[in-house]
């Protein structure tokens, strides 16, 4: 057993502000506020403020960091550029982002890898130390899509669950209409056996159609995320709320969401037996950032 003692800082807890010591033993927070005596890890918290480690709920890291802005090309040119990359420059650019998350107080994130290098960010994410539920698009164009869901299938079974848990496969067709119902259904099977993640977007202009869509096929579920690009109408959000599905418009997020990228206890907030995914900062700077109360940065 490891116990890690965050000493005198400010305390963000869900319950408001309090000045006192953290406690973590192991991967759990075991005490918010009460003195602590002696620990093997003491960090020195005072002027400093501890708060749940942030949760990024929605990136498309492998666009951003690997072919930059995916707005300039058409779908088969991004994904070109990706296979072009090599691996190293793949990992490195993935590397960095990670780190730079982590840096930002960052311990948890839901985000689309590119295809190509998908088995390069599940890496790079174990190796970094971040929490990460991590998809493959499965909209690429109609003629890959088989290789695309033998890719899913291969990464669920070696990645889903790996680093004891802080590693997860998200299930991600883009749109409602990006895959033939047959493969939604395919998809959202395996997301029940799986215990995954259903990652996927509508836009506000066809919203209405979409939700509507979505809950036909049976797609609306409380392991679905959907993300918007706008604030949907008030019979889409109630649809989408009726079926415990997580909305996430703009930057957007929720406890729910939290809870949903990984296993066993709650984390997200500081309370005794919730994941020690803890960030103290300095003012706005991160200076310890700890995922099941591991320290895993900022690299200096
Ligand atoms: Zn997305």
Known sequence: ???????????????????GDLLIQDDAIFSVGPAVRTADVEIDGAGMTASAGRVLPHAHLGRTLLTGDEHGCTSAERAQRER???????AHAYRSGMQALVSAGFTSVLTMA?????????ACAAEVGLRATIGIDLSDAAAATAHEWDTLLRLTREWHGAERGRLRI???????????????ADA?????RADALVHTHVTQAEGDAAVTHLDRIGALTRRTVLISDGAL???A??????????????SDTTPT????????????TLRPGAKADVVVFEGTTARTVLVDGRSVGPAS
């Open 1 to 19: 057993m490891t116990t890690t003692a965050i000493r005198g800082a400010l305390l963000l807890t869900p319950e408001g502000e309090k000045q």
């Open 233 to 235: 109408s008030p019979s």
């Open 170 to 184: 998200a299930i991600a067709p883009a749109t409602h209409d990006a895959i033939p119902d047959a493969l939604w």
């Open 257 to 268: 969401l939290a809870r949903m990228l990984g296993p066993g206890p709650r984390f997200g």
């Open 114 to 122: 590119s295809n190509a290098h998908a088995e390069t960010a599940l």
């Open 84 to 90: 072009d990359l090599t691996l190293a420059d793949a």
């Open 237 to 250: 959000t109630a649809a989408i709320s009726h079926a415990g599905t997580t909305l996430v418009v703009g």
């Open 188 to 192: 959202l099977d395996l997301a029940i």
